[in-house]
């Protein structure tokens, strides 16, 4: 048996840590077992995800020196490898669940969900489907399709025993049926939930092994069941721990950055970021932990995974970041890698016609550009309100950016714009005057090149840590704060925290 591995990201956001950390995890595995590592894109989600998103997935992955053997920019004899070019097949194998009895159409209306769920909580029971689409008769069935009624599919799940879940690093996982839900396979706009695509596509694809995160645990059981309703052997499956905070928490852009080229734009190595993260499946009775990629499958071994949760420590990151730059490069080689991260022919030609016309001698570029190759700003609350926007509006301010800048499928200098100017209204303040402040915040000076311009050419990853320091830099948000500014920007609000 040939050893396959996949990840498979969901374009709906920027590149996250955790994305690459689970890629690394399959590409060590099958690389140790001479095996085969795919990429797939998971697109169900066709309100949130982006071809832009998609772009960034990839870039970000081949940035930290990761490559696939099939994907949607290599091709390979499983393709398409974005599901959105796969719904005829999902649609195939929904229709077989209907005619072999797996699964029935549910036609109940959100009201009645609602209802359903909210009366079940009332008498304290698991909110789950009730089953009443289920017992529809084949007339009845046929009668609201008729009338053009729009549904769902739903999958068929046992009402009473339990399921044991064989994980490799975990063991046998017990869950009772009783805790899942009978789950939607296909939405009504004929597109399939990540669930069915998920094992569809494994099967298809010939994957033998899915190590995916922990969080996936509650859901294997649905897994389990499709597999066993299309009478397919189902790939062995590893749960691994989530990457966690220094407080233990889940690790979030809201305490830290998360996206992958945030630390490509702060100045990390690629080897240096990959070897970090590879560090969470290496012995600590190892020693040396500085390792190439290659030294790295050398040693991997799956009982080496710790599952309390591996804490994403950036002090850890920036001691091996510098071990890399001053062990393993020469002074060819650093020069190479400080012109790749800021001095390349695209950045600086970006920089160029914002600061030619603002210097009288060459030397002045560098205190006018200097925040283009900084990381974060080490700036004094009384530096940041230096204008007439008072604390309290101005960490509003700040938040409300955050949380828009987040929802922007493209991050440039209108998309920056159109969210600035927004900020007025709920605000209060002049435009004019909170842009001194974001001025202050972005770049450290009160002016500079044109702020919109600069902000997108920084980039959103770097943007957002400093709006975010800077409101740290301010007291932060309470939380009564928060639930009274998202009330102001509920939409906005609303698809930050489902990132």
């Known amino acids: 048996m040939t050893v396959r591995t996949r990840v498979a990201p969901s374009p709906t956001g920027d590149p996250h840590v955790g994305t690459a950390y689970v890629a690394l995890m399959n590409v060590l595995f099958a690389k140790k077992h001479g095996g085969q590592f795919l990429l797939r894109i998971e697109d169900t989600d066709r309100a949130r995800s982006t071809a832009a998103s998609e772009r960034t997935i990839l870039e970000a992955l081949r940035w930290l020196g990761l490559s696939w053997d099939e994907g949607p920019d290599v091709g390979g004899p499983c393709g398409p490898y974005r599901q959105s070019d796969r719904s005829a097949i999902y649609k195939e194998h929904t229709g077989r669940l209907l005619d072999e009895g797996h699964a029935f159409k549910c036609f109940c209306a959100t009201d009645r969900l609602d209802r359903m769920r909210m009366e079940q909580k009332l008498r304290g029971e698991r909110q789950r489907y009730d089953g009443f689409c289920m017992h529809l ?29 064989d994980d490799l690093r975990r063991g046998p996982i017990e869950i009772g049926w009783e805790t899942v839900d009978m789950q939607v396979l296909m939405k009504s706009d004929g597109l399939p939930t990540y669930h069915l695509a998920n094992v569809v596509d494994d099967h298809l694809m010939g994957i033998t092994h899915v190590l995916r995160g922990e969080e996936w645990i509650s859901s294997a059981p649905k897994h389990v069941l499709l597999y066993r309703y299309f009478g397919w052997e189902m790939p062995k499956l590893m749960h691994l721990p989530l990457l966690r905070n220094a407080d233990r928490s889940k690790l979030s852009k809201r305490k830290n950055p998360t996206s992958i080229l945030f630390y490509r734009s702060m100045g990390y190595l690629p080897q240096a970021m990959l070897n970090f993260l590879g560090l969470f499946a290496l012995s600590s009775a190892d020693g040396e932990e500085m390792a190439t990629l290659d030294e790295l499958v050398e040693r991997f071994d799956l009982q080496n995974i710790s599952l309390g949760g591996p804490v994403f420590d950036t002090a850890k990151l920036d001691w091996l970041n510098g071990r890399w730059i001053r062990e393993r490069l020469d002074d060819a080689g650093f020069a190479s890698a400080v012109q790749d991260w800021a001095l390349n022919p695209a950045r600086l030609g970006a920089i160029a016609p914002l600061a030619r016309t603002r210097i009288e001698r060459l030397s002045d570029l560098g205190p006018l550009t200097s925040f283009f190759f900084a990381g974060r700003l080490d700036l004094p609350a009384e530096r940041l309100l230096d204008g007439k926007v008072p604390a309290d509006v101005l960490r509003m301010a700040f938040q409300l950016a955050l949380w828009r800048f987040d929802t922007l499928d493209e991050f440039d200098k209108s998309s920056v714009e159109t ?12 435009f004019k005057d909170l842009v001194r402040h974001f001025y202050v915040a972005v770049t450290g000076n009160t002016a500079s090149v044109p702020l919109f311009d600069a902000m997108g050419l920084l980039g959103r990853d770097i943007v957002r840590e400093r709006l975010r320091q800077a409101l740290a830099t301010l007291g932060g948000s309470s939380k009564k704060e928060q639930e009274a500014w998202k009330k102001l920007d509920a939409p906005a609000a609303g698809e930050a925290e489902e990132g």
Not at 139 to 152: C, D, L, M
């Open 137 to 165: 008769s084949p007339t009845e069935v046929a009668a609201k399709e008729a009338a053009g009624e729009p549904f769902v599919v739903r999958m068929k799940v046992p009402r009473d025993g339990s399921v044991t879940i």
């Open 419 to 430: 969210v600035m100017r927004g900020l007025a209204e709920p605000t209060g303040a002049k």
